[in-house]
């Protein structure tokens, strides 16, 4: 069974603290996805990795930063974690594509800044 | 620029009726995919039905089904007999060929009533 699993399914962390989220795939995808989603907002794209040490801003990268040393691990870093940066974080990964490509998920991690 | 609307934030279904979730879509392009993710509570997205935007026949899957009007840029799931194992946060997603780009839905959450 294909997994993508993330290291942490619950956080509290102070503000201003480091936070690392990890993420790792074992079905050898080419992309990985980080995502936050929040109530109302649905789903938004904070980064994504093409290729190992590749990687590409999405639609909310401030405050944010990843790390791909690793084909198959896909970090997320809040510098200086902040209390609007609450949230649930979701990694995926898909195979390098046409669009046509199934993603799958982690289970997720929520994050709560105090 | 790639959207994708879902208008019905909350709808709910009486157990082993019919619900129809409702999503439209705009694009530019011509080879693009629709998809349905379900996300139950607590547990992590999945892949409910895929739709290649090039096949005129609606996908099913199971008590899944889809109605793709691509003319209308429209892209519901029908879920007959529904469970209450079907209540969830449903996504609509769209992706681009030849691209990662991926856009997201901002979800209806479905409520099963015994």
């Known amino acids: 069974d294909v997994k993508v699993t993330q290291s942490s399914r619950y956080l509290v962390k102070r503000t201003g603290e480091k936070v690392f989220l990890e993420c790792v795939q074992d079905m050898d995808h080419e992309n990985m996805f980080w995502y936050r989603q929040d109530p109302g907002l649905g789903l938004r794209l904070i980064y994504f990795?093409?290729?190992?040490?590749?990687?590409e801003k999405g639609d909310i990268p401030e405050g944010y930063s990843v790390s791909r040393e690793k084909k198959e691990r896909f970090s997320l870093i809040l510098e200086s974690a902040s209390t609007n940066q609450t949230s649930m974080y979701l990694c995926a990964s898909s195979r390098a594509s046409s669009g046509a490509n199934v993603l799958t998920f982690g289970a997720g991690s929520r994050l709560t800044v105090l | 620029a790639q959207t994708v609307t879902q208008s019905q934030p909350e709808m709910s279904v009486q157990e082993a009726e019919t619900v129809t979730l409702s999503c439209t879509y705009d694009t530019s392009e011509s080879d693009y995919y629709l998809f349905w993710y379900k996300q139950p509570p607590s547990r992590q997205m999945i892949l409910v039905i895929r739709?290649?935007?090039?096949?005129?026949q609606n996908a099913t899957e199971n008590r899944f089904s889809v109605n793709f009007q691509k003319a209308a840029k429209s892209f519901s799931l029908k879920i007959s007999d529904s469970q209450l194992g079907d209540a969830a946060m449903y996504f609509c997603l769209l992706t681009q060929g030849g691209s990662e780009k991926l856009v997201f839905g901002k979800g209806t959450k479905l409520t099963v009533n015994p």
């Open positions: 739709q290649e935007a090039y096949k005129q």
């Open positions: 990795s093409y290729d190992v040490k590749m990687k």
